[in-house]
């Protein structure tokens, strides 16, 4: 009973350096979407996909995603700078956030996050 | 725009004590309320929601009501354990909304 599996837990990497975080979930859940978790902040929005081979919003500078498939949506930091030091979490839920959005589930689920530092 | 204003932390009480985490929000319309929580080591999930005015959100012993009058969403419960040990956050969505609004999450340590 896997749920959002996300990889690594922990990494360190230099500034300049690019590496993917991984996320997959077995649910079949159509919806995917990427948070960042930082002390003080709460949670913010960083992409979300409502389907495989969808883009749905602009991609922050920075960061590139990618949907090829239902089951995987990983992230990648293109060129990692400090201020991009965070705990990563990635979310999925089966309904797509069309007409509706969250109104009649709001439940999403998370993976345990990957812990990412910047040097 | 959508904001989740929650109580600052952390919250320390001994077990046994009655707890109450603040939340008030900021939206347009009738959005939807929840609160995660994080356990230690572990991804966040759902504690509980309410999805219209005056509903009240229940699960594992915590409650809160959707109080729209005072834009509120206040976690209670009446008694705590040490296994209630973990953040909390409170979040809301918008009908046709593709994203939750988090709050800051409040700590809670309980103590033997």
């Known amino acids: 009973n896997a749920g959002v599996t996300q990889t690594p837990k922990f990494h360190i990497l230099k500034t300049g350096q690019s590496m993917t975080l991984q996320c997959a979930q077995d649910?079949?859940?159509?919806?995917m979407s990427w948070y960042r978790q930082d002390p003080g902040m709460g949670l913010r929005l960083i992409y979300y996909?409502?389907?495989?081979?969808?883009t749905d919003k602009e991609v922050p500078n920075g960061y590139n995603v990618s949907r090829l498939n239902t089951e995987d949506f990983p992230l990648r930091l293109v060129s990692a700078a400090p201020s991009q030091t965070s705990v990563y979490l990635c979310a999925s839920t089966p309904r797509p956030g069309l007409a509706g959005g969250f109104k009649n589930t709001g439940e999403l689920f998370f993976g345990e996050g990957s812990r990412l530092t910047v040097l | 725009g959508n904001s989740v204003t929650q109580m600052e932390g952390p919250v320390t009480l001994s077990e046994e004590a009655f707890l109450t985490i603040n939340c008030t929000y900021t939206a347009t319309g009738y959005p939807s309320l929840f609160w995660y929580v994080q356990y230690p080591g572990e991804g966040l999930q759902l504690l509980l929601k309410?999805?219209?005015?005056?509903d009240k959100g229940s699960n594992k012993g915590f409650e809160a009501t959707y109080r729209k009058e005072t834009t509120s969403f206040h976690l209670e419960k009446g008694s705590v354990q040490v296994s209630d040990s973990a953040v909390y956050f409170c979040?809301?969505?918008?009908?046709?909304?593709?994203?939750?609004?988090f709050g800051t999450g409040t700590r809670l340590t309980v103590i033997p």
């Open positions: 996909s409502a389907a495989a081979g969808t």
């Open positions: 309410a999805t219209k005015a005056d």
């Open positions: 649910m079949n859940h159509g919806y």
């Open positions: 979040a809301l969505s918008q009908t046709g909304a593709n994203n939750l609004f």
